[in-house]
């Protein structure tokens, strides 16, 4: 590990790390004149634990870690050699499998929600996506229809065979949400919620994890590490754009982001079109981006009468409109050597056939 300090005359401050690096098994070794760059080694032949980095980042005299690439974290591509690969029901994120997620920003009608499952699935979406429960900006905003909501998405799953998508934001909701969803979305709002993401990550259900609306890419990797470290390594990270200055777009899509995150972790990650644009004339081309950018899938909001939702109208793609994203994704997936994965097709159901004796 390698870390930089800052300028400090006291002699305190060097003993505290010379102490710790001691406690951990380290031997410490300065790589400059001034004594602000300092290596550690392992004095033994014990692995590494990410806590160690952490313990060094807390000092006062400690600036910044360098380099840990003797102390990874979790979700370090360090860590893991081969890549995450996240299955839920028919989706599979990671190792070249690109999946859609789609569907309303909220549940709020089970004929709008049944009709818009059924296009997403048409189209090639594997998840449906739904919120129950929805973190609004506004304490004054449709905050969701809870466990009715709830209901209907597992209704509209039994009619569909789709699995669900849907965002959990109290860790004291997280047994009831999980016994109905595939999949427990953790919103940018909710990111740095470490009960929440510690209460998701035990409660074995696949994470998809949200960054937050002004969240860096580290502060974004630590808070998966949480639900890593909880035990559940079924977790797929979503870029959704971070807080810009323009009014352009909703938020700005941080293509940079997904691209850095494809190499530096092992996790799948995907992007989310529609809350970086806010608007649906732009949420093709951000989706298209963000997939080239190395995205291993999409969750895109759909809506057949954007107009009548309580919310993200503005940004609803039409049926219409994300079957022809859908095309243009799978398109693009090959053009990376990637696998589309799609619905399996609904079988009709089989009769059993009377024998009659001969
Ligand atoms: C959503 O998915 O509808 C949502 C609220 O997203 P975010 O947490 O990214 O704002
Ligand atoms: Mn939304």
């Not at 997620?101 to 549940?107: F, S, T, Y």
């Given at each position: 590990?390698?870390?930089?300090?800052?300028?400090?005359?006291?002699?305190?401050?060097?003993?505290?790390?010379?102490?710790?690096?001691?406690?951990?098994?380290y031997e410490l070794r300065f790589l400059d004149a001034g004594n602000r760059v300092a290596e550690l080694t392992r004095a033994d032949d014990r692995p590494t634990a990410p806590s160690d980095r952490s313990r060094f980042e807390d000092l006062a005299l400690v600036a910044s870690v360098l380099d840990a690439s003797d102390a990874p974290e979790l979700t370090d591509r360090a860590a893991q050699v081969e890549r995450t690969v996240v299955r839920v029901r028919e989706a599979v994120f990671g190792a070249g499998h690109?999946?859609?997620?789609?569907?309303?920003?909220?549940?709020?009608?089970?004929?709008?929600?049944?009709?818009?499952?059924?296009?997403?699935?048409?189209?090639?979406?594997?998840?449906?996506?739904?919120g129950a429960y929805k973190p609004r900006t506004s304490p004054h905003s449709f905050q969701g229809l809870g466990t009715e909501g709830l209901r209907m998405l597992a209704e509209v799953r039994e009619a569909t065979g789709l699995g669900l998508v849907t965002e959990v934001l109290d860790p004291r909701d997280v047994e009831r949400v999980a016994e109905t969803a595939d999949m427990l979305q953790i919103g940018a709002r909710s990111m740095a919620n470490a009960a929440l993401l510690q209460e998701a990550g035990a409660s074995g259900k696949p994470v998809l994890l949200k960054r937050g609306l002004a969240a860096t890419v580290r502060e974004f990797l630590l808070a998966a590490e949480y639900v890593l470290a909880s035990g559940n390594r079924d977790v797929v990270l979503c870029e959704r754009g971070v807080r810009g200055f323009d009014t352009v777009t909703r938020?700005?899509?941080?293509?940079?982001?997904?691209?850095?995150?494809?190499?530096?972790?092992?996790?799948?990650?995907?992007?989310?079109?529609?809350?970086?644009?806010?608007?649906?004339?732009?949420?093709?081309?951000?989706?298209?981006?963000?997939?080239?950018?190395?995205?291993?899938?999409?969750?895109?909001?759909?809506?057949?009468?954007?107009?009548?939702?309580?919310?993200?109208?503005?940004?609803a793609l039409s049926p219409a409109a994300f079957d022809a994203l859908a095309g243009a994704v799978a398109r693009l997936v090959e053009l990376e050597d990637k696998v589309l994965v799609t619905p399996r097709p609904q079988v009709p159901p089989v009769f059993e056939v009377e024998e009659t004796a001969p």
């Open positions: 590990m390698l870390l930089t300090l800052k300028k400090t005359e006291s002699a305190a401050q060097l003993d505290s790390l010379r102490d710790l690096a001691r406690e951990l098994g690109v999946s859609l997620i789609a569907g309303p920003c909220a549940v709020e009608e089970l004929d709008d929600l049944l009709e818009v499952a059924r296009a997403v699935q048409r189209s090639g979406a594997t998840l449906l996506r739904g938020n700005l899509l941080d293509v940079g982001a997904i691209a850095h995150l494809s190499a530096a972790t092992h996790l799948p990650v995907i992007a989310d079109p529609s809350h970086a644009a806010g608007r649906s004339d732009l949420v093709p081309a951000l989706a298209k981006a963000g997939l080239m950018a190395g995205a291993d899938g999409l969750i895109v909001e759909v809506h057949p009468r954007p107009e009548n939702v309580h919310s993200d109208g503005a940004q």
